[in-house]
């Protein structure tokens, strides 16, 4: 996570709430033209310390969003993550897709 993020997390204050592995939703192109199938794993954080910062070669944009406001265009997995969180706080079930 710091190495993406710049944010350092204890293992004990990751909450899994979901997985993504549908590949109707989650196949990525890179840009030499492979595709995979993607798996992802979620987690809620609630505690962290560090600040915000990643490798600018990679990333764009670093910030905070609200969930119901993501920035736009958000990446369509994206999008299905933030609806199984909603599920997830919902039913306080673990959500997988």
Known sequence: MFEE???VAKAEDLEPFASL???SIH???????DQVQAFAMCFVLARWEGNLS???SEVSDLGFFPLVDPPSPTHV?????LK???RFQETG????N
Request: aromatic fraction near 10%.
């Open 5 to 7: 993020t710049g944010i």
């Open 21 to 23: 592995s549908d590949p």
């Open 27 to 33: 196949t990525l192109t890179y840009p030499n033209g």
């Open 54 to 56: 990643a490798e600018e």
């Open 77 to 81: 997995p994206t999008l299905e993550v």
């Open 84 to 86: 199984l969180y909603a």
């Open 93 to 96: 079930v673990f959500q997988a």
